[in-house]
């Protein structure tokens, strides 16, 4: 089993930052990817962008230049780092861990970019 809590969500003006963590526990040594996705109101949850064990990363087009996913092994945390936020990025975002074929998620965390 992996717990995963996400924190950095919050209310930021258009053209603004903010970094997410997700701080995972449990059987963490087995993860194999980690990953960042997003639901807007009324719409799929979709990618936001990915990283593996060995740090190989992956973006959504859209979100490409603007954010950066990285991971601190040593603190169990992956971080999303949101820059030039737009009124479309507003989204609950949710960390998502893969162990084989499993995925974990979870609970979300807010983002609303709005003026």
């Known amino acids: 089993q992996v717990q995963l809590v996400e924190a950095g969500g919050g209310l930021v003006q258009p053209g603004g930052s903010l970094r997410l963590s997700c701080a995972a526990s449990g059987t963490i040594f087995s993860i194999t990817v980690m990953s960042w996705y997003r639901q807007a109101p009324g719409k799929q949850r979709e990618l936001v962008a990915a990283i593996t064990g060995g740090g190989i990363t992956n973006y959504a087009d859209s979100m490409k230049g603007r954010f950066t996913i990285s991971r601190d092994n040593a603190k169990n945390t992956v971080y999303l780092q949101m820059n030039s936020l737009k009124p479309e990025d507003t989204a609950v975002y949710y960390c998502?861990?893969?162990?084989?074929?499993?995925?974990?998620w979870g609970q979300g965390t807010l983002v609303t970019v709005s003026s």
């Open positions: 998502n861990a893969v162990v084989v074929t499993t995925s974990f």
